[in-house]
């Protein structure tokens, strides 16, 4: 604007000045002819173009003075406009905006910097909006483009043109002017900095996420140290026994007591250090093709060496096989996890375990039917570090929350079913490659 006012200044005195030159031609002119007491044709003219050229540059004059006398009164309201606006505002940071929807122009002021109106174009607003923040701006504009009536608030990051650095700026674009048909050609917008708010927003979020990982933490100690102290009491209790006591048979049961104590121990060791591995991003997933029966049956086989006579874990395959490209690893963790806590409810019964492929992925039913988990606490068996039940002494601990880690890792899914009757079941799927060898039927597609 200020460009464009300096122009115009100089296209008056311009004017002035070949005005001022062409009268003083005429003057000569006629001083000729009354000196030769003759008008001679080539005079006569001569006068008249310098007379037209007179009434151009007149009406050139005044043109130019009623455009620059409509500038200055437009800048003088405008600047008394944001005067106005920018001490009400409690804190002066406040910028003015207007743009110009024929002429795809803006007219940025801002009385604190005492800086006068600056124009600028559509190109250049993009260049000043911080990357991230376009799409905001773009519904913004979109607005403005399509002469919208009525007001519109947005928050974005943008750069004004004093400054090189990026702020926070709550913009509110009213409609300023309307043509004959009732749309709207040019918006006032007022942008107040926002930045204490965003720092605000930002610290409020920080001392949140501080304030969770603490009650995780929390939660943690209270939750594993159920877990952790009771093996350990198992084995310095029975070390101490082992020492007073002379009878073999009984030694060798002790030592039995305290070898599953300390693999339990270990176990749990192994789940918190593959819970923080995931949560860190260094779990490394390396995937083999395997059979998936003759897994499942490996599986069992080792499992029930752990586990008491009375619990039956059987494998409904009916000599369905295929083959899948997993990390059978991490598939024998979440299996094992699965069954632990199955075990930890089951003193005598079958655990029944099913497979098949679907869906382009593995999916894998182990139910019970001698317990059921009520529905109020279904929803904190996969939470981290979270006791669905504490008057029980079975505590879900870290093994299904590190199950469903382990299949979200990896784009899959877990659910728990149960119910009195049917008693209670785990499905996880867990897409994969399939290389089918017979045709799987273990499973009908119904319960799918």
Not at 65 to 72: G, K, N
Not at 287 to 306: A, G, M, W
Not at 425 to 437: A, D, G, T
């Amino acid at each position: 604007m200020k460009k464009k006012t300096t122009q115009q200044s100089l296209g008056i005195i311009f004017s002035v000045i070949l005005l001022t030159f062409t009268l003083l031609v005429i003057a000569c002119n006629i001083y000729l002819s009354f000196l030769e007491k003759t008008v001679n044709k080539t005079i006569s003219i001569l006068l008249i173009i310098n007379a037209i050229i007179i009434i151009f540059l007149l009406f050139l004059l005044i043109y130019m003075i009623i455009s620059h006398l409509l500038v200055t009164k437009k800048n003088k309201e405008l600047k008394t406009l944001c005067f106005k606006l920018t001490h009400i505002t409690p804190n002066n940071d406040v910028n003015i905006i207007q743009y110009d929807v024929k002429e795809k122009r803006f007219i940025y002021w801002n009385d604190k910097e005492n800086i006068p109106p600056r124009s600028f174009s559509l190109d250049e607003y993009w260049t000043r909006v911080f990357p991230k923040d376009l799409d905001v701006s773009q519904k913004l504009m979109e607005y403005m483009n399509n002469q919208t009536l009525g007001n519109y608030s947005c928050d974005y990051r943008y750069r004004v043109p004093e400054t090189e650095t990026y702020a926070w700026y709550i913009t509110n674009i009213i409609p300023y002017k309307i043509d004959k048909g009732g749309k709207v050609i040019s918006y006032m917008g007022i942008c107040q900095k926002n930045d204490k708010c965003h720092v605000m927003m930002e610290q409020i979020t920080e001392l949140s996420t501080m304030a969770e990982m603490v009650k995780l933490l929390s939660n943690f100690i209270e939750n594993i140290g159920y877990k952790i102290i009771t093996p350990l009491n198992a084995i310095v209790g029975f070390s101490d026994l082992m020492n007073d006591e002379d009878s073999e048979e009984i030694k060798a049961e002790y030592q039995k007591i305290i070898n599953e104590n300390s693999s339990m121990l270990l176990r749990m060791s192994n789940d918190i250090l593959t819970f923080a591995e995931i949560e860190s991003g260094r779990q490394l997933c390396i995937p083999l093709s395997f059979d998936i029966e003759f897994f499942f049956r490996y599986l069992i086989k080792n499992v029930k060496k752990t586990i008491n006579q009375g619990i039956n874990l059987i494998l409904h395959s009916e000599n369905t096989s295929f083959k899948v490209t997993l990390d059978s690893s991490m598939l024998e963790r979440i299996i094992t996890s699965l069954f632990n806590f199955m075990i930890g409810f089951t003193k005598k019964g079958d655990i029944d375990i099913k497979y098949a492929e679907k869906d382009s992925g593995l999916y894998v039913i182990i139910s019970d039917s001698s317990f059921h988990i009520k529905e109020k606490y279904q929803h904190h068996l996969f939470s981290r570090f979270d006791n669905f039940d504490k008057s029980s002494k079975y505590i879900p601990g870290i093994g299904l929350p590190l199950c469903k880690a382990l299949i979200i890792k990896n784009n899959g899914k877990i659910r728990v079913d149960s119910d009195s009757k049917q008693g209670t079941s785990f499905r996880f799927w867990i897409p994969c490659p399939i290389n089918k060898q017979l045709q799987p039927e273990g499973i009908s597609r119904r319960e799918f």
